[in-house]
């Protein structure tokens, strides 16, 4: 039963949103970081957040279902009672199956064959494929330290200085430091 619908509630106005998800911790999270962040796609949802603030918001479970299409189903009902009754509900979206999720949709054979191409066609820029692979120092355009830098922290490392105080003493971030430390796990995770 890991399908929910779902309301996020002003609980000083009684307006609400009402949505579906399969995963509940990540949507309820996602909904409350865009909103901490002011980039909620819901401009009335954040408008009422930004006035009223975070402790005057609940996430309240309406009901759990086994079956996706029960669960969507529950989420329409909702949306066809409410929607539009701007004074009750944020929701602009009166479709539940139609917000922006391909859940429960079915691609036909050709628009696999079109996103498959699509993707094989942008050219993945991650490991052997991207072109500064394998460069370090002068010979990647967007390295921060020279090739005698690089030698330099060599030397650091051997006399067993910690990555922070290396890092700090070059001003880059850890993981620079550990790519030089360990270039074979580097490369073999696609970092250059």
Request: with cysteine.
């Amino acid at each position: 039963m890991n399908n929910i619908v779902y309301k996020i509630i002003n609980i000083q106005t009684g307006k609400f949103l009402v949505g579906s998800t399969s995963n509940e911790v990540t949507r309820k999270n996602n909904h409350f970081s865009a909103l901490r962040r002011h980039k909620h796609e819901n401009k009335y949802l954040q408008r009422s957040y930004d006035k009223y603030g975070r402790n005057a918001f609940d996430f309240i479970i309406i009901k759990r279902f086994d079956i996706q299409q029960e669960m969507i189903n529950c989420e329409q009902l909702w949306l066809d009672k409410f929607c539009g009754q701007y004074h009750l509900c944020y929701n602009i979206n009166p479709y539940a199956d139609k917000g922006g999720s391909f859940a429960g949709y079915i691609h036909t054979e050709e628009s696999k064959k079109k996103i498959s191409q699509s993707l094989k066609n942008s050219g993945s820029k991650k490991g052997k494929n991207n072109p500064c692979y394998g460069r370090i120092g002068s010979k990647n355009p967007r390295a921060k330290l020279n090739e005698i830098q690089v030698r330099i922290i060599r030397k650091c490392i051997d006399l067993n200085l910690s990555n922070t105080f290396i890092a700090s003493l070059f001003d880059v971030k850890q993981p620079a430091i550990s790519k030089i430390k360990w270039p074979t796990l580097a490369h073999k995770r696609g970092i250059s």
